[in-house]
């Protein structure tokens, strides 16, 4: 069986993987870091929850530990959304502790100029969102000619999101001669194109099934009607051993209107959307890492970032249009070695969503009725 330092990590690193608690490599883990460590670009096709964040943060701290440290920014991830930004960025503080590098959040939705003076201090590793990033670009604040080792994260996100230009932007600030890393949930074209623009040669690793969700989750849908929706979501809250859930809605205000109703009811449930401040979201997120939260009602760009080990069930109060976003959703269940469930609600009008989600994963989910609410 591989080991951390099978794979080629250094001391320096192993004290960062003893830290978390890790003792054996996930399979992305196991493929990537020693590609990585030898310098070559990578595109990687895993959804969150493999373990796809160490498998490169682990290595690029371990090159960038290497050299002598310069202040000049090295290494530069970019990520679709603030939660995610600031989760990557935990992560290389915490895997990274005994190494002397800094690093840097930058994300928007917060003041600059605490950005501004880190900066000018200098910071070997920067994980950002697209739109800031560019900002400090504009402004002349942020000097990416240095960087080694860029990593573009859940690049299917940001190309949805609409970030194409920006993207390309940052890549062309940055050397031609730096190692390129590319991680994607799923393949599709735009993101296969804009990998064959940017990356040099690139070793391919695919986590298994790129297009089925994760074996640990337990997938079921239920037909309701759509006036019976929140009964369903009471009765199944009530019910099921459900400890920690995560529900998704379409639209910020079913989000906002959800929540509310749940919390008339006696739940401990908080909301996660775009309208929602940074202090907010941070707020709601810390309550359901802590516990303190039970319910946690979001939208798709919002959760986007959500890592939090142990969620039982999500929840899908409306059926995901497209099949990505379903994918993503239920990705942050049974997450690393822990089981989950999934619930799809499903009305008559979503039916077509179901279909191209079971076209999309090849198989059939399994429906689950419960007397009274369901058809
Ligand atoms: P990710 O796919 O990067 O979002 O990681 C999913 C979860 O798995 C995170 O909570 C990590 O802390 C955890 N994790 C990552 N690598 C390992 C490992 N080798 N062993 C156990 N847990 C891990």
Do not use: W
């Amino acid at each position: 069986m591989q080991t951390f330092r099978s794979l080629g990590l250094s001391e320096l690193l192993l004290a960062g993987v003893l830290d978390a608690g890790y003792t054996t490599p996930t399979p992305i883990q196991t493929q990537a870091i020693p590609l990585v460590l030898a310098g070559r670009d990578l595109v990687g096709s895993a959804q969150t929850g493999t373990g796809k964040t160490a498998a490169f943060v682990l290595p690029l701290l371990d090159r960038l530990a290497a050299d002598e440290p310069s202040r000049s920014v090295r290494a530069l991830i970019v990520t679709p959304t603030r939660e995610l930004a600031l989760q990557v960025e935990a992560s290389v503080r915490a895997y990274g502790a005994a190494t002397p590098l800094r690093s840097l959040a930058i994300l928007g939705g917060v003041s600059i100029r605490p950005q501004l003076q880190r900066l000018a201090r200098g910071v070997d590793i920067v994980v950002a969102t697209p739109g800031r990033l560019i900002d400090h670009l504009q402004r002349g604040s942020i000097d990416l000619s240095r960087v080694d080792v860029l990593v573009l994260d859940e690049a299917d996100r940001m190309l949805d999101m609409g970030f194409i230009r920006d993207i390309r932007k940052i890549v062309k600030a940055t050397p031609a001669s730096r190692q390129t890393l590319l991680f994607s949930a799923t393949m599709p074209t735009a993101v296969r194109s804009l990998a064959r623009d940017i990356l040099s040669d690139p070793e391919y690793v695919d986590i298994g099934h790129s297009r089925t969700p994760a074996e640990t989750v337990v997938q079921r849908v239920c037909a309701v009607p759509s006036n019976r929706k929140m009964n369903l979501l009471y009765h199944v809250l009530e019910h099921e051993p459900v400890h920690h859930v995560l529900v998704f809605s379409r639209t910020k205000r079913r989000a906002d209107r959800v929540k509310k109703k749940l919390v008339k009811r006696g739940f401990a449930a908080e909301v996660m959307h775009s309208d929602r401040s940074q202090r907010q979201r941070q707020r709601a997120l810390h309550g359901f890492r802590n516990g303190r939260v039970k319910v946690l009602v979001a939208t798709d760009i919002a959760a986007r970032g959500i890592d939090v080990d142990g969620i039982s069930h999500v929840i899908n109060f409306d059926t995901p249009r497209q099949p990505a976003d379903y994918i993503h959703r239920i990705g942050r269940t049974g997450r690393a070695e822990a089981f989950g469930e999934a619930i799809t609600f499903v009305t008559k009008d979503e039916r077509t969503y179901l279909r191209r989600i079971e076209r999309h994963t090849g198989s059939r989910l399994i429906r689950k009725a419960y007397e009274g609410l369901t058809v």
